[in-house]
């Protein structure tokens, strides 16, 4: 309830925020807890637009739970979280749903609808929105020529690699092109070359379209690599950034007993002097 | 666990799944309908139910007219077997016997359904694709359940009807005008109206109670399991429940 009260109390503050460009995403203060252990504790940060935040953290640290708070799949305990400037606490469920249009996830295990078609995982949220068939099949064909899968159209996710299904999963996520991603693990348990290539994926999102994401990942090389490189739209691959430069809207968190250990660009964390961070950099 | 706790928990099961009833209700109201669903529901609980539900009729009617003429013929009533027969299937047995069946068929199917779903994150997914899963899973199962359920039950006392009469002709050596003459006579409106309202709060209870377990299973392929068995058994012991309770009113307002 207090919370609710103070979305009146500083509701004009926020408009005036909003008109400068609101913050894509922006973690207010925000505590959940599951049976009692708190896993979030006072979070807060916000990632402008078109930004990427980058979360790492050891496993079971509430990585997962940080992305579906932002979708407001869950909710928080405390505190507020503001989407493209929307406080999506107090958005009632039905307009959360059409809000979050503007809104791609992908699921640290994929979360395909396992008795539809590859077609129709990738084209599900265009047929919701009642696209004519010719435009669905055009736009499903080339989420899948993004993450080049065009050949698996007809097959089934059961029919599919672990590192298939995260690229359909990608397509599914990215096919109505939202503002705001959010990718859970896309690279998790699979060998490098494959990682490569979906971290090459999520980087066109980033360079070519210019979205906003958070991406969950536990490899610390995605990161570097994210940060250090960038897509090359002519060679359609992506390069690293000239005279060892890293990406400025590139941001790292680390995350650690319900708080966020670090927060800042690659070159910070590797200047961090925290003992955490070091001994994290070093596995 | 502390019984408190237990008591708690039970009583915001009852609460969730009020909420879940409600809104799949209103759902109906509200856009979008998902008509496509609805078919394909209709179309696996209606004619996939269609075979046992014709079966259970016809040899519960059967059953029914060898078990009472017997008795009957101790008080040299024989003849009244149609009468029995009838409205035993019109008034309970239909719709009781064909909400059981559904009930092993579908709300299993949908407990398991739904449940796998829910723990594969299919249903979050689903959400964060902006569908509404409550729009788009359960309001079509009731709805079809409602509506199947209700023409099954009527499929069902007609087959146990026939049944209680061929068996009656052929092997209790009554006369077929006789036995459908007081099948048909001694049925008032009050006995169809309450057989034919029992399916409708029964196909309720089925879709609702199925979809309720598959959408709050936890705990992987086991709790999908958990989910299942207990989808079957609180939607039959409520079927059987409310079967008395709609029973007991009805004899309260019509006498009968
Ligand atoms: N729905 C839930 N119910 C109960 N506890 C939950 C739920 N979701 C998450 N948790 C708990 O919250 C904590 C954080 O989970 P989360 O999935 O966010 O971890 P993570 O950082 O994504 O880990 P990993 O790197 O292994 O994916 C865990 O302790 C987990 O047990
Ligand atoms: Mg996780």
């Known amino acids: 309830m207090a919370v609710r009260d103070e979305t009146s109390a500083d509701g004009s503050a926020t408009a005036a925020v909003a008109e400068a460009e609101p913050a894509a995403v922006e973690f207010e203060h925000v505590s959940i807890g599951f049976d009692g252990k708190p896993v979030l504790n006072d979070i807060s940060f916000s990632a402008q637009s078109g930004e990427m935040v980058i979360l790492l953290g050891e496993a079971g640290t509430g990585k997962s739970v940080m992305l579906k708070l932002a979708n407001a799949l869950i909710a928080p305990d405390f505190g507020r979280i503001r989407i493209f400037g929307e406080d999506i606490g107090t958005m009632p469920e039905q307009q959360m749903f059409t809000f979050r249009d503007h809104i791609g996830m992908t699921f640290q295990e994929s979360a395909l609808f396992d008795s539809l078609s590859v077609r129709e995982n990738v084209a599900f949220r265009m047929r919701e929105q009642k696209v004519d068939d010719e435009t669905i099949e055009r736009r499903v064909r080339e989420a899948l020529r993004f993450v080049e899968l065009e050949d698996a159209i007809d097959k089934f996710p059961a029919e599919l690699s672990g590192g298939m299904r995260r690229r359909v999963a990608i397509a599914r996520a990215i096919i109505t092109r939202p503002k705001l991603l959010l990718y859970d693990s896309p690279t998790g348990g699979l060998d490098p070359i494959t990682s490569t290539t979906i971290i090459e994926l999520v980087m066109k999102q980033r360079d070519v379209y210019e979205s906003t994401a958070l991406l969950v990942t536990h490899r610390l090389q995605d990161a570097f690599m994210l940060a250090t490189h960038r897509f090359n739209r002519s060679s359609n691959a992506m390069e690293r950034i000239p005279g060892d430069g890293v990406d400025p809207n590139t941001v790292i968190m680390v995350l650690r007993n319900t708080g966020i250990a670090f927060s800042g660009s690659l070159l910070d964390l590797l200047r961090s002097d925290d003992p955490y961070i070091t001994e994290y950099l070093a596995q | 666990m502390p019984i408190g706790e237990l008591l708690r928990e039970k009583v915001l099961a009852v609460q969730e799944y009020s909420l879940l009833s409600w809104n799949a209700l209103t759902n109906v109201f509200r856009k979008p309908f998902y008509w496509a669903d609805l078919f394909t529901q209709a179309d696996l609980i209606g004619f996939g139910s269609l075979p046992i539900v014709m079966l259970t009729g016809f040899f519960t009617g ?195």
């Open chain 2, 62 to 256: 059967g059953v029914l007219a060898l078990q009472s003429a017997t008795t009957l013929a101790q008080f040299g009533a024989k003849s009244v077997t149609g009468e029995l027969v009838s409205l035993s299937m019109i008034k309970e047995l239909g719709p009781v016997l064909t909400s059981l069946m559904v009930s092993g068929r579908n709300a299993s199917g949908m407990a398991s359904e739904l449940g796998s779903m829910q723990v594969t994150e299919q249903i979050d997914a689903m959400r964060a694709l902006g569908t509404d899963p409550l729009k788009k899973l359960v309001t079509p199962r009731v709805l079809s359940t409602i509506v199947m359920l209700f023409f099954l039950t009527i499929i069902s006392d007609a087959l146990g009807t026939f049944g209680g009469g061929l068996i009656s002709t052929t092997m209790l050596g009554l006369e077929g005008a006789q036995y459908y003459h007081m099948a048909y006579q001694y049925l008032r409106y009050p006995d169809i109206l309450e057989g034919l309202i029992k399916p409708i709060f029964f196909g309720f209870i089925i879709a609702t109670i199925g979809c309720y377990f598959g959408m709050s299973t936890r705990g992987g392929t086991q709790g999908v399991g958990r989910s299942t068995t207990q989808a079957v058994v609180v939607s039959s012991v409520l079927i059987i429940a409310s079967d008395f309770v709609i029973s007991r009113l009805m004899i309260g307002v019509f006498g009968r």
